[in-house]
């Protein structure tokens, strides 16, 4: 079945700390992946994605994730978090013209 | 902002009723899709249309039912309402074929009395 996990429900990062967010994927054929990120009350806005090629890509707001076929994972990072990057984060796969699978979601909080 | 527009934002009715809610698609977008995002079932596909036709379901209730108009805004109606379809309902939008990446609206915030 295809599912997405996102192990950690809630991350507490300090201002300026680097943050690493996992999501592991479970789907028939490489799948189409994004990051997407929902700040209280609003709607969802695409970090970045991954269709092929470079396994490394970069997103808006300074975010990049790594794609890893052996692992089945698509880990978000960022080098050095802002107070502004406190949100709720949410990986998602699908294929082309189709459904988002996401997963449950990490809430960032960011400690000045 | 993602130029996916849903209206109202907020909406508050009563057991039983009927509401709809509206959205129109990024420019040049010819396909919806709607979502529901609550606390205990997360965000879940409903259904997607594309260019006026339905293109695939997911738990989609059989009391809630959408259409896309020629001009390929889209409407999301939901019937004897019921306590627990209180929540969120996201319409993202994508151009047609990959790379499929959508675009989400505001939301429209469902409370049900």
């Known amino acids: 079945a295809q599912s997405v996990t996102q192990p950690d429900i809630h991350i507490t990062v300090s201002e300026g700390a680097s943050l690493e967010l996992r999501c592991n994927y479970s789907?028939?054929?490489?799948?189409?992946l994004f990051w997407y990120v929902q700040s209280p009350g609003q709607g969802l806005q695409l970090l970045l994605k991954y269709f092929s090629g470079d396994t490394l890509v970069q997103g808006i707001k300074g975010f990049e994730a790594e794609f890893k076929r052996s692992q089945s994972s698509f880990n978000l990072r960022k080098p050095s978090v802002h107070w502004s990057d406190a949100a709720e984060y949410f990986c998602?796969?699908?294929?082309?013209?189709?459904?988002?699978?996401f997963g449950t979601g990490t809430r960032l909080q960011v400690f000045p | 902002d993602s130029g996916v527009t849903q209206t109202p934002k907020h909406l508050i009715t009563a057991t039983g009723q009927r509401v709809t809610l509206r959205c129109s698609p990024r420019?040049?977008?010819?396909?919806v899709y709607w979502y529901q995002q609550s606390l205990d079932q997360g965000l879940q596909f409903l259904i997607q249309?594309?260019?006026?036709?339905?293109?695939a379901k997911g738990n989609i209730l059989e009391r809630f039912s959408a259409q896309q108009f020629p001009d390929l805004h889209s409407e999301l109606n939901l019937s004897s309402l019921e306590l627990g379809d209180s929540a969120l309902y996201f319409c993202a939008s994508s151009v047609a074929g990959p790379p499929n990446e959508q675009y989400f609206g505001p939301g429209t915030r469902l409370t049900v009395t």
């Open positions: 998602a796969v699908g294929k082309a013209a189709d459904k988002l699978i």
């Open positions: 789907y028939g054929a490489t799948p189409y």
């Open positions: 420019s040049g977008d010819l396909s």
């Open positions: 249309y594309y260019n006026g036709e339905e293109r």
